[in-house]
């Protein structure tokens, strides 16, 4: 079993800043990607930002500029500094992580439980 547990959710106004974590725990060998996506409620989740473990990153064109995704592979933590807020990105954000159980696993998807952010305009 794998965790996900994120945090750094919460609301602030049009322009502000925030910083979402999300640590993975649990039976872990190896994390491959790990990102992030958002739902609003009537709509599929969407991808936000994915980052692989050697580091290639990839970003929604919505958010390319205001987004940047990073991870601290030692820790099996990935972060979202969202600078520039806007209202239409509220949503609840949800963490994932393509882990490997063991070396004869495959890398199969986690998720985290979401955490949601509110910008006000």
Do not use: H
Request: proline residues 2%; glycine residues 12%.
């Amino acid at each position: 079993q794998v965790q996900l547990v994120e945090s750094g959710g919460g609301e602030v106004q049009a322009g502000g800043s925030l910083r979402l974590s999300c640590a993975a725990s649990g039976s872990i060998f190896r994390i491959n990607a790990m990102g992030w996506y958002r739902q609003v409620p009537g709509k599929q989740r969407e991808l936000v930002a994915t980052i692989t473990s050697g580091g290639t990153i990839n970003y929604a064109d919505s958010v390319n500029g205001r987004f940047t995704i990073s991870r601290d592979n030692a820790k099996n933590t990935v972060y979202l500094q969202m600078n520039s807020l806007k209202p239409e990105d509220t949503a609840v954000y949800f963490c994932n992580a393509y882990v490997a159980y063991n070396s004869g696993s495959y890398f199969r998807p986690s998720w985290g439980q979401g955490t949601q952010v509110t910008v006000s305009s």
